[in-house]
């Protein structure tokens, strides 16, 4: 097949065997070996929407939060595994285990869960391995329990927040918009 040149679309990428891994105790080493390949959001350990009672954490204390939520069992999100390489992270987990999210939310609302992140390397993006760990994130929160999916993605132009996924993605998966977050994120849900 030809190579994409700049500007064209991105081929497709072949994601025949991707398989998706809940990140627990038990696989916690797969969580951490992803985040610490050049490249990676290790700047963050995706806790940049997650608790935490000071304004500046340093990236080691991010690492060490997270990994203390995994051993505590609290529920983090799913990475992707692609012939045998770690290959993408989706934060899904129970919208309370996150710092508020929006200034719409009710936090009486029960079994709640949030996307707010994704990590795909460079060389990955536009092939389609975000729409598939959306599509696993979706089946795993909702294989857990949640009722609702709810997400805060932006539009592809924007400038910011890039990370949290792109509005059209989740639209065309059947989530519809229920508000704003800021000037820039969407909030959209997905009810089963």
């Known amino acids: 097949m030809p190579s994409s040149s ?38 963050c350990w995706c806790m940049a ?17 997270m990994l203390a939520l995994i051993d505590r069992g609290t529920p983090v999100g799913i990475v992707a595994e692609l012939a045998g390489k ?20 009710d936090d009486g609302e029960a079994d709640v869960w949030s996307i707010v992140c994704f990590y795909v390397p460079r060389a990955l993006r536009g092939g389609g391995l975000a729409a598939s760990l959306l599509d696993a994130a979706v089946e795993h929160a909702f294989a857990r329990g949640a009722r609702i999916v709810e997400a805060y993605p932006v539009d592809e132009a924007a400038p910011s927040y890039r990370f949290m996924g792109f509005r059209d993605m989740f639209i065309a998966r059947g989530f519809h918009e229920i508000g704003t977050a800021g000037t820039r994120r969407h909030v959209v849900r997905l009810d089963r």
């Open 6 to 43: 700049k500007g064209s679309q991105r081929e497709k990428s072949d994601l025949a065997g991707i398989r998706f891994i809940e990140v627990t105790r038990e696989t916690r080493a797969d969580f951490e070996g992803l985040f610490e390949q050049p490249g990676a959001p290790k700047y």
């Open 49 to 65: 929407w997650r608790h935490s009672s000071r304004e500046h954490v340093d990236n080691d204390e991010k690492k060490r939060m």
């Open 86 to 105: 770690l290959v993408g992270w989706c934060s899904v987990a129970p919208r309370e285990t996150y710092r508020r999210l929006w200034k719409g939310q």
